[in-house]
């Protein structure tokens, strides 16, 4: 006897980010299948489905794949410094042009830093497909013993 409540999770390793891959489900008669993902691989949701409809029949099954990009070097400096110097001209002007006093500061220049904020640097999902598909097996695994060892207990 299998319970409909279970979690599993697994970690991969990408070149330039780590993804955590959690997967829970929660008693429904049919299956609903919801994946939270970086828009970039939104294209995947029907490959993630077909991986877990081999699995599990029904449920309301959560996929949440969270992509962590800290410990890449590369991408530590996610501002776009173009964006932010012609956004800071554009302003000065656009106050001298209104007679408006303008002056920098910090608080300025954090503010616009964070409305030019780059995109994510996430690999290609032509590039991170084979190793998602892994991670979301193993943790489909992980989710399946939890599920068999509850239903154990309720049983």
Same mark, same amino acid.
């Given at each position: 006897m299998k319970s409909m409540t279970g979690y599993g999770q697994a970690s991969i390793e990408l070149?330039?980010?780590q993804v955590s891959i959690e997967i829970s489900s929660v008693n429904k008669k049919g299956l609903e299948f919801v994946l939270q993902a970086p828009k970039e691989w939104q294209a995947f949701e029907r490959t993630a489905q077909n991986l877990v409809r081999q699995k599990v029949d029904r449920g309301r099954? %959560?996929? =949440? #794949?969270?992509?962590?990009t800290s410990h890449n070097k590369s991408t530590h400096h996610l501002w776009n410094m173009e964006a932010m110097d012609g956004e800071l001209d554009n302003l000065e002007q656009y106050c001298q042009? %209104?007679?408006?006093?303008?002056?920098?500061?910090?608080e300025l220049v954090e503010r616009l830093a964070n409305s030019c904020r780059q995109?994510?640097?996430?690999?290609?999902?032509? =590039?991170?497909?084979?190793? #998602?598909?892994?991670?979301?097996s193993d943790a489909m695994e992980n989710l399946i013993a939890m599920r068999k060892e509850e239903g154990s207990l309720l049983k």
């Open positions: 070149a330039d980010c099954i %959560r996929l =949440t #794949l969270s992509v962590d042009s %209104r007679n408006i006093p303008f002056v920098k500061s910090a995109e994510s640097h996430l690999p290609a999902l032509q =590039t991170a497909e084979e190793k #998602l598909i892994d991670g979301i």
